[in-house]
């Protein structure tokens, strides 16, 4: 009868629904025998967690089902007061037009990626991805923002290619590569590459125009493969690659 | 498909532009003609098939 007097359920017009315990021991709710939630005497709740060590301790799966109810910038928010997607938060989005099943993660002055608690790359306030790769978190990593491997002899083709919207084939071993998307300016690094064919002699290379024929362009930026033991001679490489660095 | 082109008028040289398949997969070849053909160059979107596989004398070819 002592623990019947110091718990109670209590309603009334002014306060709503309160179940109360007024001793130091948790208030759990059960179901089928078997209890399924649990309020300390500290606040801590558990669901599945008869133990809750935070405020909200769930043993389990939770479901946050933004897509369904809201859609786009609905999620989890980190900060108190700020529903916004300004803000720490990491909400579903959609990035392809068709459905929210998209995920932006957002922090104001960056966001970390850490394993072992160490943290291995980030990207920091200025958009700058930087990775550990020896450099620790403050080196940033540079894309390579554009490359082709194409084949120079015969039927001129591509074997395979990333933001290259088409080559121009300028005449013997010059080629045009056309970006889709442009470049921010015209003061990247373009790496290329070539080989020959098996048991040819011919020392082939390549080289990038920078100014007159073919000016280096935030569109474009045009190759040639040559001879450097035939003074320069431009000449069909097999194979070209070339990558743009910035 | 392929797009050729009249790189200049005087010299009649010939350029051949090759699309990517990434290019394809969202834009037209018209959009690409747009995209890499000089303002008011004669151009003509030809089949792979006419282009010449022998560039031996690739230097020689010229806009008719």
């Known amino acids: 009868m002592g623990d019947i007097m110091t718990c109670k359920i209590n309603a009334d017009t002014t306060d709503g629904l309160k179940i109360v315990s007024d001793t130091s021991g948790a208030v759990d709710v059960q179901s089928n025998g078997t209890t399924r939630m649990t309020v300390l005497a500290n606040g801590n709740v558990g669901i599945g967690a008869s133990s809750p060590t935070t405020k909200l301790d769930i043993a389990g799966s939770i479901l946050v089902d933004a897509y369904n109810n809201g859609g786009a910038g609905g999620g989890i928010f980190l900060r108190g007061g700020f529903l916004s997607t300004a803000q720490p938060s990491i909400t579903v989005a959609d990035h392809d037009g068709s459905a929210p099943d998209g995920i932006s993660i957002n922090g104001n002055d960056g966001v970390s990626f850490r394993t072992s608690n160490t943290e291995r790359a980030r990207i920091d306030v200025n958009g700058v991805l930087k990775f550990n790769s020896g450099f620790g978190s403050v080196g940033a990593a540079y894309g390579c923002r554009a490359w082709i491997k194409l084949t120079g002899t015969g039927t001129i083709g591509i074997s395979a290619s990333a933001n290259v919207a088409s080559i121009t084939d300028r005449g013997t071993g010059t080629y045009t590569v056309t970006f889709t998307t442009a470049m921010p300016d015209a003061n990247y690094s373009t790496q290329v590459t070539t080989t020959w064919a098996t048991g040819v002699t011919e020392h082939v290379t390549g080289l990038v125009y920078h100014d007159s024929p073919y000016a280096q362009a935030t569109g474009s930026v045009t190759a040639k493969t040559y001879n450097f033991s035939n003074a320069g001679a431009a000449i069909d490489a097999s194979v070209v690659m070339l990558a743009v660095f910035r | ?64």
């Open chain 2, 1 to 64: 498909m392929r797009i050729i082109y009249e790189e200049d008028t005087s010299t009649h040289k010939v350029n051949v532009v090759i699309p990517t398949s990434e290019w394809l997969e969202t834009h037209t070849m018209e959009e690409l003609v747009a995209k890499v053909v000089p303002d008011g160059a004669n151009y003509e979107i030809v089949e792979d098939s006419v282009i010449p596989t022998d560039r031996t004398f690739r230097e020689a070819w010229r806009w008719e």
